[in-house]
């Protein structure tokens, strides 16, 4: 009852086409709606848990077959709502959403923001800056660093070319860098 389909690769047996490689004989789709199926039951049935991209894959892998399987697999498990909705948020979280108030005097508010991969510039070639904005007077003011300064580098010298004339800011405005985040 054997017919050979192709010879080498695929094997006609009965209804059922086979796909052989070097260890392995798997069961070869070629209907949409059996491979939409398929993935559904390997991916996201209650049963089948959900799984990562690669371990879908290789649950696939070892029983079936069609033309672009792996493309179906990652699209299938990129695009899965259930695991879109479960993907758990990465970094940090985001600050609270609140309006910023007007100031009422010269650097009550003061935002600082980071301009980095400069050529290297000046007497001593930094490299790096910091940006600060006097909200009151909308005024910028320019401080020159090194890439590999570090948040105590940063404070020393806030402290010394700004708050010491200027006074202590009420309010920072920043893009929570880790320069402005870490401990000092």
């Not at 798997?26 to 709606?33: E, G, I």
């Not at 007077?137 to 890439?147: E, H, I």
């Not at 590999?148 to 200027?166: E, F, G, P, Q, Y």
Request: proline share 3%; net charge positive.
């Amino acid at each position: 009852m054997e017919k050979t389909y192709d010879e080498g690769r695929f094997h006609l047996l009965y209804v059922i086409l086979d796909h052989r490689t070097k260890n392995t004989c798997v069961m070869a789709l070629t209907d949409q709606t059996m491979i939409s199926s398929i993935l559904h039951e390997s991916h996201d049935s209650v049963a089948s848990g959900h799984l990562s991209e690669d371990r879908t894959l290789e649950r696939v892998k070892n029983c079936l077959w069609w033309p672009i399987w792996r493309k179906d697999v990652a699209e299938n498990c990129q695009t899965c709502e259930g695991c879109q909705k479960a993907k758990r948020a990465t970094g940090m979280k985001f600050g609270m959403m609140i309006k910023i108030q007007e100031p009422k005097s010269p650097w009550e508010i003061a935002h600082l923001d980071w301009v980095t991969a400069l050529p290297p510039g000046g007497d001593r070639s930094y490299n790096t800056g910091l940006v600060l904005v006097n909200r009151y007077r909308k005024t910028t003011m320019f401080l020159p660093f090194y890439k590999d300064d570090i948040a105590l580098d940063t404070a020393i010298m806030i402290w010394n070319k700004v708050i010491s004339h200027t006074g202590l800011f009420q309010n920072i405005i920043s893009h929570r860098d880790l320069k402005f985040t870490s401990a000092l």
